[in-house]
């Protein structure tokens, strides 16, 4: 082989053939007596912020009771509710922090999917327009495409990596983010993007399928993730 031809191999090569590590990402919902997220689908509500980052153990947040990052959010009829977020990595807390502070007028859009299980996502707003939104990305995930304008999140056609078993294969791929630009980014990566104008930081948590190996064992439509966010 060539030199310049090894070259090319050694910077980019190694880079498609390594495992990249694929993050954690949990995002829960908590309202009025305990109000769990499988009964608040399509919550819309709009409301101050009241605090931030606060004591959890008071809170009935549903699938994440250790999220790193609540968000209370006091509506125009007093109820309060919590939003939870966690993004997590070999056990290390990489949840991020929006550009958000207590007495801000947010708008909290919480999104459920049943499909087959249940998978959440959110997204938080101002009169400035979008500051965050978030999806745990099973089954599809839970946001649509007009609850993000202006956004197309996309997983690649093609795995980064497949690592083989005797059981399955775990297959890796990248994530794009294309608004008013595009960019694509590994699991637990980070990128800048502009969504209508407004920069933000994009967040590429895991992406990967399971599917069949040599045919020892039956893979369910039970696996695969796609989660992400941005934020500002």
Known sequence: MPVFMSLIVALFGCSELEAPD???????????QGTEPATTADLDLTGT??????????????????ASSVLEI???????????????LNGED????FDVAEGDVLDLSFRVRTVWGTVS??????????IAAVDEGNWGGALQPEDTPGLIVTRSED??????????????????????????LRPMETGAVEVEGLPFTALSVASYDYRDGNGNCHVSDLTGQTSWMIFR
């Open 22 to 32: 694929h993050g954690s990402l949990e995002v829960c919902l908590a309202g009025p």
């Open 49 to 66: 912020v009241t605090a931030i980052d606060t004591e959890i153990n008071h809170w009935n947040l549903d699938g994440c009771s250790g």
């Open 74 to 88: 006091t509506d125009d009829t007093g109820d309060v509710w919590a939003v939870g977020l966690s993004v997590s």
């Open 94 to 97: 990489h949840t991020p922090f």
């Open 121 to 130: 996502g959110f997204t938080l707003s101002s009169e400035d327009g979008l």
């Open 159 to 184: 795995p980064i990596h497949s690592q083989e078993s005797d059981c399955k294969t775990f297959d890796s791929y990248t994530t794009t983010f294309a608004a008013d630009d595009s960019i694509r």
